[in-house]
């Protein structure tokens, strides 16, 4: 039999937790300096299949109007309402911890979660999530949209892993083997 797929997450937050303002805006992010220095290459690298939901779906486009930034990669894109996407991207609408049961169990490369807090979690409470990739981002937002929302789960990982990119902070998680 062969090995089960892994579902990765690789983000960056504020100190304070946050994923993006309100607002979805990255732009205290962007030019943080070591962002150019992240193992973000290799990860990609190690992906073929993408995961998101609506929002970030939405908000990729919006950030990046002239091209698609995962062209040749697998995209799903989780939505109830969305209608149309882009070639090569798919819109998936039934239950999302059954398909990614599937997916993981498929022939492939690992599966990336791409932002979303909200869909995160509630892989890490079904327990699918394998890896997480956390990068910390020397900054405060006071508000925004949150990594990790109160929610009722607990999971627990091991850390692998901590890089220093100058001002960016990496940290490698993987989830505990007894919580698989």
């Not at 983000?11 to 030019?31: F, K, P, Q, T, V």
């Not at 997480?132 to 850390?159: C, H, N, T, W």
């Amino acid at each position: 039999m062969s090995q089960q797929r892994k579902l990765l997450f690789y983000g960056a937050m504020s100190i304070d937790g946050y994923l993006a303002r309100e607002d979805h805006r990255l732009d205290w992010l962007i030019g943080t300096e070591g962002e150019e220095d992240t193992n973000y290459d290799d990860f990609y690298a190690s992906v073929d299949t993408l995961i998101m939901g609506r929002n970030t779906y939405e908000q990729v486009l919006q950030l990046s109007p002239d091209e698609f930034p995962y062209e040749g990669k697998t995209c799903y894109i989780m939505s109830r309402t969305l209608q149309d996407s882009l070639k090569g991207t798919h819109i998936i609408r039934e239950d999302i911890l059954s398909f990614v049961r599937k997916l993981k169990n498929e022939t492939g490369q690992h599966i990336w979660i791409v932002g979303g807090g909200e869909l995160l979690q509630s892989f890490i409470k079904a327990g699918l999530v394998d890896e997480l990739y956390l990068q910390i981002v020397p900054v405060m937002i006071g508000r925004g949209i949150p990594l990790f929302s109160p929610v009722d789960m607990e999971a627990k990982f091991s850390l692998k892993e901590v890089r220093q990119y100058k001002q960016i902070a990496e940290m490698h998680f993987i989830l505990k083997q007894e919580d698989h």
